[in-house]
Structure formats: C-alpha cells, structure tokens
C-alpha cells in the first residue's frame, strides 16, 4: 500500500476519534440538563427554587428588609410586571415596574389594598391615570393597567397582602396569586412559632431562676450566717462564692453556656450546700475534659443537681451520695447525674413531665421541654427511678451545634 494513502488513512481515523472524544464530552456535559427531565418538572424545579429563595428572606416575618427581598422571588414567581408586599398598615415591599418610593405613591398601593386588609378577601382591581402616575409608569408601560391583591392570611387574622401589577388579570394569575399570598402566610406563621418557642424558653429560664431564688437563697444566707461568728474566714468565702452562682444563674443575656461554665456553677452550689450539710453530703465527678467546650442550654444541669440534693438527701438519714459524671460519646456528649435518695413513683414522674403535677419536681419539667424544644423530642431526659432506689438522669446533647451561641 502506497505512503500516500497510509497517510490519509492515519489522518481520517485522527479525525474520527477527535469527533468521538467531542460527542463524549459534550454527552456528558449535557447530561446533568437533561437529567432534570420534561419540560414541565424543569418549571417545577425552577419554581420550588424560587420559592426557597424567597423563604430564605420571611424567616423573621413580615418586615420591609425581608420583604423587599422576597418580593423579587415572588414577582419572578408569578410572571408580572410588578409585586408589592405590605402589612396590616404600611407598604413593605415594591419591585419590578415603577416604584413606590415616596409617600403618595405607598399611600396609593395602600388605597389599593385597604379593602383586601377590610375583608381578607382576594380584589381585582384597575389602575387609574392618578395612581398609574404616582406609581411613575411609562408611556411604555401603558398596557400595566390591572392589580390583583390577595390577603396574607393567618387563622382569621389577616396580617397583610401581596399584590401582583399586570396588563391582563387572568383566572390563572387570580389563583397563582391566592397560592403565593397563602404560602406567605405559613412562612409568617412558622416565624410566629419560631418567636413562641423562644419566648417560652425564656420564661421556663425565669421559672427556673425563681425556683432556684426563694428555695436555696434563704438556706445559704443561713449556712453563711451560721460561720459569721465562729469561722469568719469561710463566711467570707462562702459570701463570694454565693455572690458568683447568683451572678451566672440570674445573668440576662445568652440562652447558651457551655458544659464547663455549668459546671463551675454547679461546684459552687455544691459547696454552699455542704455548708449546711456538712459530711453528709457526698459527691463524685467524673468528667471528660474532651466535652468540656459543648454549649448547652443554660440552666440546664443546675436544676437537675439541686433535685438529687434536696430528694437524694433532705429526705434520708445519714449520708447522701451524688454523682455526676460527663462522657464522650461520639458525636454526643452525656452527661449523668445520680442520687441514692428515695426515688419516686414512675407515674408520678412521668405526671410531672407531662405538666399535669406542679411541686417539687418542676425543675425536671422545665429542662425536661427546653431541651426538647432545641434538640427535638429523642433528647429529652431519661430518667430511671423507682421508691428507694434513687434517681438517675441521663442528658445527651450534640457536640456540634455551631447555630447555638454563648
């Protein structure tokens, strides 16, 4: 076979694989478009991230900054030429065609919106030449002439509107419309319950502090009292030390400490109760120092020590024994805390949980529901108790939790 024709033969197989190698390329690069499907789970998909988008920027409810970022989002949502998002009284948010920047131009969406807010029932509604002006629409923008309002609706409140500016007020715009009002609605109403949950456990912090105040006050102002006279020195000691544990269980700011810091807390109640115990009281710890820098919920322990102290001993002859003790277990930390007292009825504990006793266990209750509040209800206490047998209580709370501050 001729050189020559070797040659073109070579040269045509190069060519051959190079297209092959750019068909193999190009396969796999547009294999991750057309993974999404059809055409119509692309407009879903498209839509669901828009509305995540948008999510993103209602969590703190219905406020202008985050109204005014959502509004975008919404008004992409629905196809229109503008989007305006207010309040029971006020314009939150205006995006797309003409602005609403000035008082007269809020005061006319308002205009537009007051009977939606009056009747918390959806209004088609025509743009006329003063409000087509205020809004600062173009010659361009002529064909602009039509608003459906739509209420944000929560329960029988209505808590504002959302309006969608457009040339033509289709059925189909009407119902998309109701469908984006009613979604914003459920994103106030979950930054509602987010604001609920953290008002409660803040109020289940000052039913603790107010436990620990009349209780455990009045008992270690009498145990320092008792060393004014004959140990002076450990008065003044006990004076400072008392001066500190009220300092970090009535501080007002963060709902989260860390482990170590509720321990040091803990050491010093402990030993302002064996100021009026004495040897009675007896406690072993045991800590991991690798969990010692896990935040938890504030007053989450304490409590839980002053339970086995006052039940684990106030009760009994003799010695009482504590034990405290912290372990790593993997992406948890455990804590343990165990008294040799006298225990209770498992029913009558599990009546306390539920809030349907009041007493002397309502520090159980407290950190009981807080910690499920933050971790959810697989972390609440797990208590073991019977009559006679003491009480052991079992915390475990994640390692991680970069979304909890200290």
């Excluded at 008392?242 to 009535?250: E, L, M, N, V």
Aim: hydrophobic residues 45%; proline residues 3%; glycine residues 8%.
């Amino acid at each position: 076979m001729p050189e020559s024709t070797l040659f073109i033969i070579a040269a045509v197989a190069v060519i051959v694989a190079s297209v092959c190698v750019v068909g193999a390329v190009g396969f796999r690069l547009s294999r991750p478009y057309r993974e999404l499907g059809t055409d119509v789970e692309h407009a879903t998909y498209t839509a669901l991230h828009t509305a995540a988008l948008a999510g993103a920027h209602l969590r703190n409810g219905l406020e202008p900054a985050g109204a005014l970022k959502a509004s975008g989002h919404l008004r992409s949502l629905l196809n229109c030429a503008a989007f305006a998002m207010t309040d029971e009284s006020r314009l939150l948010a205006f995006d797309g065609a003409g602005s609403a920047t000035d008082d007269q131009a809020r005061g006319k969406v308002m205009e537009l919106a007051a009977k939606t807010l009056s009747s918390g029932r959806t209004q088609v509604g025509k743009l006329d030449a003063p409000t087509r002006q205020a809004l600062g629409l173009r010659e361009a923008e002529a064909a602009l002439k039509h608003v459906v309002i739509s209420p944000i609706q929560v329960d029988s409140r209505v808590l504002g509107c959302v309006a969608a500016f457009t040339g033509h007020a289709s059925a189909g715009l009407v119902r998309a419309t109701n469908e984006v009002a009613g979604w914003v609605a459920a994103q106030v109403q979950l930054a509602e319950l987010g604001t609920s949950r953290t008002l409660l456990m803040e109020a289940e912090v000052r039913a603790l502090r107010a436990q620990i105040s009349p209780h455990f006050i009045y008992n270690s102002l009498n145990a320092i009292a008792s060393f004014i006279t004959t140990d002076p020195d450990r008065a003044r000691g006990l004076v400072v030390e008392f001066a500190d544990f009220t300092r970090y269980s009535f501080r007002r700011h963060g709902d989260f400490t860390t482990l170590a810091e509720e321990l040091r807390c803990i050491d010093r109640y402990l030993l302002l109760e064996r100021a009026r115990f004495g040897d009675r009281l007896q406690v072993s710890l045991l800590i991991a120092p690798e969990v010692l820098g896990t935040v938890i919920p504030f007053l989450s322990l304490q409590p839980l020590v002053e339970n086995a102290v006052r039940h684990g001993l106030e009760a009994k002859e003799g010695i009482g024994h504590v034990r405290i003790a912290a372990h790593d277990r993997g992406a948890y930390a455990e804590v343990i805390i165990e008294d040799d007292g006298g225990g209770m009825e498992p029913e009558h504990l599990r009546s306390v949980l539920a809030g349907h006793q009041d007493g002397d266990h309502v520090g159980l209750r407290n950190v009981d529901s807080r910690l499920r509040q933050v971790y959810g209800d697989d972390h609440g206490l797990v208590i073991e108790t019977a009559p006679g047998a003491g009480t052991l209580i079992t915390v475990r709370v994640p390692k991680s939790q970069p979304e909890h501050d200290t």
